[in-house]
């Protein structure tokens, strides 16, 4: 019997905003198929990277576990936000465990990937296509003949179309106990595989025409399963919901359980009228997530997408009337669109009142897609890695697109980026170490080797008392000549009332920053949204504080809520954009915080988790413990 472990790796970033998003849905499948299928049931045993590893794992952390697991295979779920850091960790897994096989697959793999651009001797395979399609081959010890191929000395598999699993063969792996709800309720379901449409910059039919829909009675299960799992949100996998005949039919069947758990799932809106918009919110639809990408009626024919915008605008408002919480999403770059033309998009939807719904995605010339081809073909320019933006062509060019971005920005109140304030909940006792504390005015609390293998976490916070503001020169480069750097992200929290000269952070930033799929993610925001180190300095007077926040513009100020500093804005002090709430403040301050930041968690940080806990159940925010951290103190 062959042990496979299956990692599936979250996007990294400086706050943990996606490691909700990270569902294991596609190693939890493919294991389900095998535990339930009778002739691979025998062949092999599953088992996935623990989610909390996955989630807020360094890479030594990750690789530490795959190691001390010994498994037979290792297979890594390939998409274009982890497939580099998936390289880094199966090259040190190798030499490790040189008998383990490395399978690379998921939506990233590609002949045109940029991960099959060079050799990578350490992985066994990459495969494109599902894995209940090749697994149950591949432990058998079949020849996959003409679908193997070299490239670039890499062995890769592609699955031909006459194999696609037939819908009958899934094997839903979350009614099928092979998935856990995440820690905050929500989960996956599956019904349809494949999408009927065929749009040029789209790749989610990458290997068949074929689409599959599993019967709605699972989504009827799961619900059902709320007796036995905290259930609160279902996010329904299918590219568009509303195709099916039995869309009306469905709608009431949920309509009538009256079951109380959210749904969200992707739609066209351009059949949806006021009556299907209100089934949906009975049917208990909270959110719904509709590509509109453009109102310019030459870009969507030109990129294969027939849609008529005026009626999936309808669609949309009716949606929206109905009270359900939208996700309309834009694309600008797309061939036979134009900047003014789109920038009239985004007006159209402002003036709609829908500026709240806007979600901005940069157009990602994607690996195997027709505008892929299109591009190479009339000399439009992207990244040659993921995210593979769109940086010049048809008529945008890099400093309209970042201009676009900032409209968007200004139009809807929403930035594309923002920034999110550390945890300031620090510890002694946890399961990973996430931060240190250490006083800067002893030159040998910055040496970088003390704390490089109790780094943990891929997002990892010091906290600099820093009574002289000269020992920054000299103590960053100690602190990060001796740190990891590779999928690693950095919070630098200076307590300090002293303003400060940000030269000597703008030396060190122009030294440390290195090109990565975190800084190219971000290539069309705020210069500092995409740097591997965020500042932040924690004020305990007023007047320092706003001074600061007039002059800085890499360091983001923090005041913290002090006995003193309340009552300097209880007297009519202007409101802190970043606050930290001291010990004991929220008893004081409680009513004035949840008014004025309920609205905006990510401008608040706590020194006191019940005190946290409280402000997000008051705020009727989700407060989700996904770990239990640790800070070293020096």
């Known amino acids: 019997m062959k042990k496979i472990l299956f990692i599936q790796l979250p996007l990294i970033d400086h706050s943990y905003s996606y490691i909700q998003g990270n569902v294991e849905y596609a190693p939890a499948s493919i294991a389900a198929f095998l535990r339930y299928t009778s002739s691979t049931a025998e062949a092999s045993e599953t088992e996935y990277l623990p989610s909390i590893i996955s989630n807020f794992g360094s890479n030594n952390t990750v690789i530490s576990y795959i190691v001390k697991t010994k498994p037979d295979i290792v297979a890594f779920t390939s998409y274009l936000w982890n497939v580099e850091r998936n390289l880094v960790i199966a090259r040190s897994v190798s030499r490790a465990l040189p008998d383990t096989k490395i399978i690379f697959g998921g939506p990233e793999i590609h002949r045109s990937s940029w991960a099959l ?101 699972i989504l009827l299960k799961a619900i059902s399963m709320s007796d036995r799992h905290t259930i609160s949100e279902i996010y329904i996998l299918s590219p568009t919901f509303d195709r099916s005949p039995d869309f009306i039919k469905n709608l009431r069947t949920l309509g009538e359980l009256n079951h109380g758990i959210r749904l969200h799932t992707e739609i066209r809106a351009e059949n949806i009228n006021p009556e299907t918009a209100a089934l949906m919110k009975r049917a208990g639809f909270t959110s719904l997530e509709i590509g509109l990408q453009t109102l310019t009626p030459g870009a969507l024919t030109a990129v294969g997408r027939k849609s008529n915008p005026e009626k999936e605008l309808a669609g949309i408002k009716a949606l929206h009337k109905a009270g359900i919480d939208l996700k309309i999403g834009i694309i600008p770059g797309l061939p036979g669109d134009s900047p003014d033309k789109f920038i009239t998009t985004v007006d159209r939807l402002v003036a709609e009142g829908l500026e709240e719904c806007i979600e901005f995605y940069p157009l990602m010339v994607l690996p195997g897609t027709r505008i892929r081809e299109q591009a190479l073909r009339e000399g439009a320019v992207f990244q040659e890695r993921p995210p593979y933006f769109l940086l010049d ?162 360091i983001t100020p923090v005041l913290r809520l002090t006995d003193d500093s309340w009552n300097r804005i209880q007297e009519g002090h202007l409101l802190p954009v970043k606050i930290l709430v001291g010990k004991g403040m929220f008893s004081v301050a409680g009513d004035f915080l949840v008014r004025e930041y309920g609205d905006t968690i990510e401008d608040i940080a706590f020194e006191s988790k019940e005190e946290q806990r409280r402000f997000f159940t008051e705020t009727g925010n989700e407060f989700t413990e996904s770990a239990e951290f640790r800070t070293l103190q020096q």
């Not at 894995?131 to 592609?158: K, M, Q, R, V």
């Not at 930035?415 to 550390?422: G, I, K, Q, T, V």
Request: proline share 4%; with cysteine.
């Open 117 to 217: 651009t060079s050799r990578h001797s350490y992985v066994d395979l990459f495969v494109m296509g599902e894995g209940e399609w090749f697994f149950p081959g591949y432990l058998s010890g079949a020849d996959f003949g003409d679908t193997c191929e070299l490239i670039h000395g890499n062995s890769y598999i592609h699955q031909p179309e006459k194999d696609i699993i037939p819908a009958e063969c899934i094997v839903e792996p979350f009614t099928n106990n092979m998935l856990n709800s995440m820690a905050d309720g929500s989960t996956f379901v599956e019904l349809t595989r494949g999408c009927p449409y065929r749009c040029s910059y789209c790749f989610y039919s990458k290997n068949s025409f074929r689409v599959r829909e599993l019967p709605f009675d």
């Open 393 to 554: 062509g048809w008529g945008f060019d890099f400093d309209t697109l970042r201009g676009i971005s900032s409209y968007v920005d200004e139009q809807t109140g929403a930035a594309s980026s923002f920034s999110s304030l550390p945890d300031f909940t620090v510890t002694s006792s946890g399961i990973f170490t996430n931060s240190a504390m250490f006083d800067g005015s002893i030159p040998g609390h910055w040496n970088g080797e003390r704390y490089a293998s109790s780094i943990d976490t891929n997002i990892f916070s010091f906290f600099i008392v820093l009574k002289n503001a000269k020992a920054l020169n000299a103590g960053l480069p100690m602190l990060f000549d001796n740190l990891p750097e590779k999928d690693q992200l950095y919070n630098i929290i200076m307590f300090t009332d002293t303003v400060l000269s940000e030269k000597v952070l703008h030396t060190f930033t122009a030294l440390y920053q290195k090109d990565s799929l975190y800084s190219r993610l971000h290539i069309f925001e705020d210069w500092s949204s995409g740097l591997h180190h965020h500042w932040y300095q924690v004020f305990d007077s007023a007047d320092h504080y706003w001074k600061a926040h007039g002059a800085y513009e890499l």
